[in-house]
C-alpha cells in the first residue's frame, strides 16, 4: 500500500505494518490507522498516520535508556487491544527533537503499546510519578538523568 509521509513523501508500505489504534493517540483520537517503519537512525521508529500525512512521531524502545521502566497498566485497558493477562506487549514511548537544538526527550508517562499479533494499539497514561512526559535521552543513557 502506499501512504504519504510526514519525513519521507509517498512510500509503500507492507499491509502488515499497519497498525490501528481503537481510540486513537491523545490528542489526536480522531486518527486511528498508522503504520510502523524504521526510522533513518536506529533505534528510533516512526508512526505515521495513514489518515493525515502531517501526523507522525518518533518512538524508542524505552527500555533502551531506562532498564528500570514500568509501565503498569490496567488488564481492561490491554483488552481493549486483545492483551491478556499474561501476553507480552512491546512498548514504545513518544520521542520530541526541538529543532532548536535542546535535549532529545522522550515520554515514559504516556508509552504506546502495541499488540503485534493483532496489529492494535494504544497510548497510556501512568500514574506513577517516577515517570514524566519529558526524559532526557542522552542523559539517561550517561546516568546524569536522575
Known sequence: ?????????????????KIIFPRG?????DYKDYIMFNAEHEPFVW????????I???????FLFRKDYEANINDEELA????????KAVIYVIVTIPQDGGAMTAN???PVIINKD???????????????????????????DK
Open 1 to 17: 500500500m502506499k501512504v504519504d509521509t510526514k519525513a519521507f513523501g509517498v512510500i509503500e508500505v507492507d499491509e502488515k505494518d
Open 25 to 29: 493517540l491523545f490528542g489526536f483520537e
Open 47 to 54: 508512526l505515521q498516520s495513514t489518515e493525515e500525512m502531517e
Open 56 to 62: 507522525a512521531f518518533i518512538l524508542i524502545d524505552p
Open 80 to 87: 481493549d487491544i486483545g492483551i491478556k493477562p499474561g501476553d
Open 108 to 110: 515514559l508517562q504516556g
Open 118 to 144: 493483532d496489529r492494535k494499539g494504544m497510548q497510556a497514561i501512568l500514574s506513577d510519578v517516577k515517570w514524566k512526559t519529558k526524559h532526557d535521552i542522552i542523559a539517561e543513557l550517561n546516568g546524569t
